[in-house]
Every structure is written in C-alpha cells, then in structure tokens.
C-alpha cells in the first residue's frame, strides 16, 4: 500500500462543476502539498498545509491531521484546469524536504 | 522572482554523450533537488542539496552525477546514459535549510527537461 493514496484516480467533468480530489496518507507528516502539473510539462505548487484551510482563487485546500486526509477543491471548474494534481507529504523528521508523492488525479473538464 | 528556470527545455542525446541539465533558482533558497519522472508516474527523488552539499544521494546510477556551484545554480551531468533514462528531469527549490529540516517551506518547481537517450 501506497504511503499517499489519491482518488478519484480519474476525473471527468463539466465546466462549472465543482471538483473534489481526495488525498489520504498513512505516516506522521509535518507538511502536504497539492501541486499541479500539466500535459508534458513541469509542477506548479498550488498550496502547503500543515493544518486547517487555504483558499487561492477558485482553489480550496483543507487537511484533517487527526484523520490524516486533505481535500483539493476546484470551484466553478473550467477547462484550463484540466491537469494532473499530485498530493505530496513531507514525512515528520524528514530533512530537506524530502517529498512523498500520490500517484496523481488526472483532471480533464470539457467546455 | 518565484521561478525555478530550468535548460534545457527538450534534449535529445547518444549513449555516448556527455551533457548537462541547469537549474537556476533567485530566491536565496539554500536546499535544491533533482527529480525523475517518467511518464504517468509521480516525481521520484534523484538528488538533495543544502547549503551547497550533496545531503542525498537516492541510490542513483553514477552516470549521473550533481553539481552545485554556488546557491544560486544546480547542475546535472549526464554520461554514458540508457535509453531507459529518458524521462522528465525537474528541478525543484526550497527555504529548507536548517540541519534537522523542521522548516516547513513550499517548493518550487521548474518546467523541467525533457530527456531523450538514443
């Protein structure tokens, strides 16, 4: 078993619908990540928790430490917002920031 | 200057090549790190430097092999590579810094450099 499990692993839907990607992990973390990356090309980190709830945009991030799960939201979700997003932890004690990652939730929302 | 800039962007090269990956990051980041990643897989981990010291080295094959001149600038040199080593190689960049690594700080990525061995 993975030590970051994402689902859905696959993700279809249409613009303007909302969108939640699940993340769930099994070790003590001290951070976790959401990164975005698109089609042949590099990662962008959307946000970093360590507890509690971030908003940027249309994008909502929530963890649950004591249940050890986080939510990606995607409000009014349009189609440059088809992406795969990853869910990375930082395992607690990890130096360096060494990265955990999901396998990743492959997001495609047609107009 | 929240940029990770990574070169090149594509590269093709032999079995028998010498060659370089460059990463460049301005934000007085003191830990960088190279990643592999093949297609429709996560990143995996290569390489971690902090304060300009190599502080992880994930087992990976000596054909690889990691420079980092000054804080600023990370390289990768490439020799005698399989064409199984065709992947994407990203760049990433962070605060972390102190020796215990308790630091929680965001990392940046670069768009990367997409590898073809021939």
């Known amino acids: 078993k993975n030590e970051v499990e994402q689902s859905p692993q696959n993700l279809t839907a249409q613009e303007g619908e909302f969108i939640t990607i699940n993340c769930s992990y099994s070790v003590g973390i001290s951070a976790l990540h959401w990164l975005q990356q698109h089609p042949g090309g590099g990662i962008v980190s959307l946000f970093m928790?360590?507890?509690g709830k971030k908003k940027h945009g249309r994008l909502i991030a929530t963890i649950n430490i004591q249940e050890k799960h986080s939510s990606l939201h995607i409000t009014a979700s349009h189609p440059r917002d088809s992406a795969v997003y990853i869910c990375?932890?930082?395992?607690?004690?990890?130096?360096?920031?060494?990265?955990?990652f999901g396998q990743g939730t492959i997001l495609t929302v047609h107009p | 200057d929240t940029e990770v800039t990574q070169t090149p962007k594509h590269l093709v090269m032999g079995m028998t090549n010498k060659k370089s990956l460059k990463c460049e990051q301005h934000?007085?980041?003191?830990?960088m790190y190279w990643y592999k990643q093949k297609a429709k897989k996560p990143p995996e981990l290569m390489f971690v430097y902090s304060y300009e010291k190599l502080s992880i080295n994930e087992s990976v094959p000596s054909r690889f092999s990691p420079e980092c001149p000054n804080s600023s600038l990370l390289n990768l040199h490439l020799h005698a590579l399989q064409p199984e080593d065709s992947a994407l190689y990203l760049c990433?960049?962070?605060?972390?810094?102190?020796?215990?690594?308790?630091?929680?700080?965001?990392?940046?990525f670069g768009q990367g450099t997409r590898l073809t061995v021939v």
């Open positions: 990433a960049s962070s605060q972390d810094g102190d020796q215990q690594g308790r630091v929680n700080t965001e990392a940046f």
């Open positions: 928790l360590s507890s």
């Open positions: 990375a932890v930082r395992p607690g004690g990890t130096s360096y920031g060494k990265l955990t």
């Open positions: 934000m007085g980041h003191r830990a």
